[in-house]
């Protein structure tokens, strides 16, 4: 009895039928999920090319003096929230042009959409020029400085201080900004390439983030730039 049970116990470890399913049920699962991330990452990569390239069209019209005139109603549902906030044309052409060129991939009605307007390139980096008399590495009251931001307001403005214009006024630099979360289609591979969603409990995001620096033409609509 034994010596029955021990051979066919020696022809089950010799038997290979199956042993393929068995080995590719293992690697199934981790297949898929590198096929899976590998879309995933594609398709995030796409998008962002997408948004850079439409935000380099926009901006490269915003510094033209270029006037649109009012939009149609199609072409106004198709500017985002955030261009629609003032009654400029061309504020609402950029955006225009920023959402065709993003083909759909975004939604820019969920995209924080950001433009600064500086007189001048130092100010958005180092503010107005300064002589640090007491070499502490920072500003202080009382040393001497450069206002060379309009208008001139005789305070020294810090890094970042902008004019507050939407798109600029003639002259102005512009620096548009997109940041965007892109919202992860397979939980399993965001929790590797993402973080979680704090709106979202179970689901993980990838933030991206695309900014433009442009220098508006001299002359904007006939407008001229000076303090």
């Excluded at 959409?113 to 180092?126: A, E, P, Q, V, W």
């Excluded at 202080?140 to 931001?149: H, L």
């Excluded at 600029?168 to 892109?182: D, F, P, Q, R, S």
């Excluded at 409990?201 to 620096?213: A, D, F, K």
Aim: glycine share 10%; aromatic share 10%.
């Amino acid at each position: 009895m034994n010596g029955h049970f021990a051979r066919s116990l020696r022809r089950f470890a010799r038997n290979s039928e199956g042993a393929t399913m068995i080995e590719f049920a293992f690697i199934f699962p981790i297949v898929l999920m590198l096929t899976f991330g590998v879309m995933e990452i594609s398709l995030y990569m796409v998008s962002l090319v997408t948004l850079e390239g439409g935000l380099k069209e926009a901006s490269r019209y915003g510094i033209t003096s270029q006037n649109p005139g009012a939009l149609s109603a199609s072409d106004l549902a198709q500017v985002p929230t955030a261009f629609k906030a003032t009654n400029d044309p061309r504020t609402e052409q950029i955006g225009l042009i920023l959402n065709q060129y993003t083909l759909n991939l975004i939604d820019l009605n969920n995209a924080q959409i950001d433009t600064k307007t500086y007189d001048s390139f130092i100010l958005i980096k180092d503010g107005e020029p300064y002589t640090d008399l007491n070499g502490n590495g920072q500003y202080n009251a009382g040393e001497p400085f450069q206002d060379i931001a309009c208008p001139h307001n005789g305070v020294r403005d810090a890094p970042g201080t902008n004019s507050g214009a939407t798109v600029g006024l003639a002259g102005a630099i512009v620096v548009y900004t997109v940041n965007y979360n892109w919202k992860v289609m397979t939980p399993i591979v965001g929790q590797w390439l993402g973080k979680p969603d704090p709106g979202s409990p179970g689901r993980y995001i990838i933030p991206m983030s695309v900014s433009m620096v442009v220098k508006n033409e001299p002359a904007l609509s006939g407008s001229t730039f000076g303090c």
